[in-house]
């Protein structure tokens, strides 16, 4: 079970979040989740909470910038994936994917450092 976004650390929650959301996205790439699904279960991931608890830290210090881009990234898809589709294709949501994984890489070289 997981623990609300409020509890979790920023590291954790967007983490989590952005492990889901690859997951959620190569299975709709594959065609084994439809667009209706996918637009819904990426509308249930915490981005906009995340954001908004943990937005001095998003603002205030640079090594935050890779976990920026993860939830400013899956936010366009939430408000822009239909016209995002239907204007550029799945092609768009292979750039966001690659975004997505290598911030995701960022933060855990970051965590690996201490």
Do not use: C
Not at 30 to 35: E, P
Not at 36 to 46: E, G, I, K, Q, V
Not at 53 to 60: A, D, M, Y
Request: a negative charge; proline letters at 3%; hydrophobic letters at 40%.
């Amino acid at each position: 079970m997981s623990l609300p976004a409020e509890k979790k650390d920023l590291n954790e929650a967007v983490m989590e979040i952005g492990k889901g959301s690859l997951t959620l996205i190569q299975r709709f790439l594959s065609g084994r989740v439809s667009r209706d699904d996918l637009l819904t279960a990426l509308s249930n991931f915490p981005v906009r909470e995340v954001m908004s608890e943990h937005w001095g830290e998003l603002i205030s210090d640079s090594k935050y910038v890779p976990h920026w881009k993860i939830l400013q990234t899956l936010q366009g898809l939430l408000d822009e994936l239909g016209y995002q589709l239907g204007e550029y294709g799945e092609a768009t949501l292979h750039d966001d994917l690659r975004e997505i994984a290598l911030n995701m890489k960022l933060i855990s070289e970051q965590e690996a450092k201490g």
